[in-house]
């Protein structure tokens, strides 16, 4: 898909001033919070399960090669075809064989992260095939032409007004005067127009939350049952997924799904969990006649043996971006690639490079809330830094910023000065606040006092203070 | 080197291991032949009865429907009073499942046809292997008896489950599966189904009825 990380802060400018985006980003901050916090709260094992499911995945990463050889040998024993894309491009040409080669002229689509990661749905589009968005949001999002702007919620950002707007827009055959008013009723119409298309679809294409070694399944988990249709009604079923979505046994699996619906909407369990392993038996009166995994690695397996192994644990709940304060005032969107939030801030710049996306690591205030509710424990905050430290190295960062840095770097070599520096700063920024408390404006803190004021000193630095305090003992 | 010798020899080159290594290929058969558990819920470590009783309340927390009859004879008749109590048509669709085939349905005013959906039946109607006490959630399992179209097509999906197959949690559920399978093998499509269908995508407020069914019905058998 088209990344614009590299206009990250641009961006993010446009989208505090969006109105329509900030009315819907509060249904965030209102929602998942409290949903996730409940659920969590409500099963007194949960953090031993979110210890278990961490070491599960550190497990299975370290046996990564293993676990890939033994769900392959199942998929294949089920009858199942198993392919394997190093790159975007490997994976998005592969699906498009198969589509071709079943003569697909329609494919439905169950939600799918690495589909947008590859920009499936354009390509297929370039080569005369129709890819049908099936999930609501993505439907949605699809009308618009616009991408997804959360993992889990892709239309998170669009209020109902705007879902009407679109859905007047595409829906033409519907009569005009019909009542569009309530989501209830834009519910009824996606699922009227799209139960058609799921009925017409040659090709069936999903993402996999889990691929199981210990038999050759893949897993999807929905609430709409958007993937189910998806995959159970056309006859070829195209399963495309990432490596780190290998995970052993059933068992291993099932301890996952505690944490990741709890993390994620605050239900205890999605509504549909389905293990699907190869095509239809003999006897099966349903189900697709041919089953496909394509399996993506696309920058992944130079991740593991690194700091950024950990990140492969993710499972793409969103609890990250539903506590981030950054992705709150601003939404998805501006993260500008497939992946927002602390998760997309670490993997982003992994995935599509510092240079382009060296800003979002920076869009945190570092207040921890991702890590502390990750249900893989993910340390995010901690990848972050990481990637701030790479960027200053690699002389990425602005050049008033390593200025500043630079100078700051020069006192803080020298204590004594230091001190005396500050000391001064103080005394003079205090003395010119009197009987005010603050600054409407300050020179060279422009950026700052344009949007509040910047509070005034008392007069004493933090090391004065602190030797008084020792002196006094 | 294919893509997929390739993508195995970074994996092992990043995680400096070997792909030969005896001890790393034994730690892995022991898992996936041992399919150890890791933290299991309390929740669901119930006594015979109280198990149900948390099957029941865990399911109508997420708007399904539970009814309980004394032994399978009685489901016909469960089945076309709930459809009369919600003014739904008398007419169902299910497979062969011999639970459900051999039942009195002549007894009762529904109309019973058979195999699976093309999308134009109001009523499914299907028996779960088990039902999942710590989340309310019922396991289905594809294949002629029980067609997973069912599942998801009809408006209307009403799902039998022996009160004797309510297990505590999942991993019991897929011990069952492994014993009637083999290890190591599952049916074509394994269902877990927890609720209606839904969706919040529309300002976060959550809709019953998305793309499956809008009704779920179960009826605890025995």
Sequence with gaps: ?473 | MSPRDTILAKIRRSLHVDGSDVGRRAIVIARLEGTPRSVVPARGQLPAEERIALFSAMAEKVSATVARVASSQDVPRAVADYLRSRNLPAVLRMGDDPLLAGLPWEQTQVEVNRGPSDGSDAVGLSRALAGVAETGTLVLLSGPDNPTTLNFLPETHIVAVQAEDIAGDYETVWDTIRARYGKGTLPRTVNMITGPSRSADIEQTILLGAHGPRRLHIVVVG
């Design chain 1, 1 to 473: 898909m088209e990344t614009t990380t590299a206009t990250f802060k641009e961006n993010a400018r446009q989208a505090l001033h969006d109105s329509q985006l900030q009315k819907a980003l509060g249904y965030v901050r209102a929602g998942f919070i409290e949903k996730r916090a409940k659920a969590a709260e409500a099963l007194p094992e949960f953090d031993a399960i979110r210890d278990a499911a961490r070491d599960i995945k550190n497990h299975t990463l370290q046996h990564l090669d293993l676990y890939l050889e033994a769900y392959e040998e199942k998929v294949r024993a089920s009858g199942g075809e198993v392919h394997y894309a190093e790159t975007a491009e490997e994976a998005r040409d592969l699906i498009l064989s198969i589509c071709q080669k079943a003569g697909a002229r329609t494919v439905t689509k169950g939600k799918s992260m690495i589909a947008e990661e590859i920009g499936l749905n354009e390509h297929l589009e370039a080569n005369g095939i129709e890819p049908v968005e099936t999930d609501l949001g993505e439907y949605i999002i699809q009308l618009r032409h616009e991408p997804p702007s959360h993992i889990i919620a892709p239309a998170v950002h669009l209020t109902k007004e705007q879902v009407e707007e679109s859905f007047r827009q595409a829906h033409t055959a519907l009569p005009p005067e019909r009542d569009l008013s309530e989501p209830t009723s834009l519910l009824g119409e996606a699922r009227g127009v799209l139960r058609r298309r799921f009925l017409a679809a040659d090709v069936g294409i999903t993402g996999a939350n889990f691929l199981v070694a210990e038999t050759g399944t893949s897993v999807i988990v929905t609430n709409e049952g958007n993937g189910d249709l998806t995959q159970i009604l056309p006859r070829v079923h195209i399963v495309i997924a990432s490596i780190e979505k290998i995970t052993p046994t059933l068992n291993d699996v099932s301890e996952i799904l505690r944490v990741l619906a709890r993390s994620a909407t605050g239900q205890d369990m999605s509504v549909y969990t389905t293990f699907s392993t190869g095509p239809r038996r003999p006897g099966d009166p349903d189900g697709p006649a041919e089953y496909h995994v394509v399996i993506l690695d696309n920058g992944r397996s130079e991740m593991l043996g690194t700091g950024f192994q950990d990140a492969l644990r993710c499972i793409r709940c969103g609890a990250c971006m539903n506590h981030c304060p950054v992705y709150h005032a601003i939404g998805g969107h501006a993260y500008g690639w497939v992946y927002p939030g602390p998760i997309g801030a670490v993997l982003t710049p992994k995935l599509v490079g510092v240079d382009q996306a060296g800003d979002l690591p920076n869009a945190s205030t570092f207040c921890g809330r991702c890590e502390a509710v990750c249900p893989m424990r993910i340390p995010l905050p901690k990848m972050m830094r990481y990637w701030r430290d790479r960027e200053f190295e690699r002389h990425l960062s602005p050049a008033t910023v390593r200025y500043g840095i630079g100078l700051w770097a020069f006192f803080a070599r020298r204590p004594r000065l230091y001190r005396l520096a500050t000391r001064l700063a103080m005394r003079v920024l205090a003395n010119r606040a009197i009987g005010r408390g603050r600054f409407r404006s300050l020179p060279l803190a422009g950026g700052w006092t344009a949007y509040r004021d910047f509070p005034a000193p008392e007069g004493k630095t933090f090391m004065e203070m602190w030797a008084k305090r020792k002196n006094a003992q």
